[in-house]
């Protein structure tokens, strides 16, 4: 399996606090991901990563932001939660190669904002 | 990006074939056809990827005509392992890596 974590797993917060989960890879891809996945919706897109410094918005960004200072690390922040952001997130990573985008997915971060 | 469409659920038993069509009516040209599969509290896993005619390795075949505009993913035999979330997805490089997923396609394999 690609070398990528999530932390925390799972974590419970209350409404209007900052969040932040964080993406670890081993791999060095240059590509990083930030997904969400809620009942009825599949997974969407949320921000990506090109490289490092460079970002860009998916179809479900507002309310949320997101850092990459150094290859391994994407950081995805939601600075005031709420209750319609309990879901389940996704880091996942892909590499120009053989494969046009394959992407490689972490094991995802169980969020509650209550 | 190209939207798709699949079926939202489907049945079958173990050792039958099964096909999930996905229809991506404006497939531009450069555009991939990638499927991935999802088990319950895991994240999806690439299982396919194709341009054009037919793709098969040691997991599943993909069937593409040559209009592009849909494409057939095909599991020989499956078993209750099998059970999963299906994902078919259109893009590529082109796209920026954005990537939609869609809803995908439930499969349920009985006994």
């Known amino acids: 399996d690609a070398g990528i974590t999530q932390s925390p797993r799972h974590k419970v917060t209350e409404t209007g606090t900052p969040v932040t989960l964080r993406c670890h890879q081993t791999?060095?891809?240059?590509?990083m991901y930030w997904y969400r996945q809620d009942p009825g919706h599949g997974l969407r897109l949320i921000h990506y990563s090109y490289g490092v410094k460079d970002t860009d918005k998916g179809e479900v960004s507002d309310g949320y932001s997101v850092s990459r200072s150094k290859t391994e690390d994407f950081l995805l922040t939601l600075e005031s939660a709420t209750s319609s952001q309990t879901s389940v997130y996704f880091c996942?990573?892909?590499?120009?190669?053989?494969?046009?985008?394959?992407?490689?997915f972490g094991p995802g971060t169980r969020l509650t904002v209550l | 990006l190209a939207k798709t469409t699949q079926p939202i659920s489907m049945d079958s038993y173990e050792g039958q074939e099964v096909n999930i069509t996905c229809s991506h009516n404006?497939?531009?040209?450069?555009?991939?056809i990638t499927w991935y599969q999802q088990f319950p509290s895991q994240g999806p896993r690439f299982i396919i990827q194709g341009y054009k005619t037919k793709v098969t390795n040691e997991v599943a075949s993909l069937f593409i005509p040559a209009d592009r505009k849909s494409s057939t993913l095909s599991l020989p035999r499956v078993s209750l392992s099998d059970t999963a979330v299906y994902y078919c997805?259109?893009?590529?490089?082109?796209?920026?890596?954005?990537?939609?997923f869609g809803a995908g396609t439930r499969l349920f394999v009985k006994a």
């Open positions: 791999e060095n891809h240059r590509y």
């Open positions: 996942a990573i892909s590499e120009i190669g053989a494969v046009d985008n394959e992407q490689f």
């Open positions: 997805l259109v893009g590529g490089q082109t796209g920026g890596f954005k990537t939609i």
């Open positions: 404006n497939i531009a040209t450069n555009d991939y």
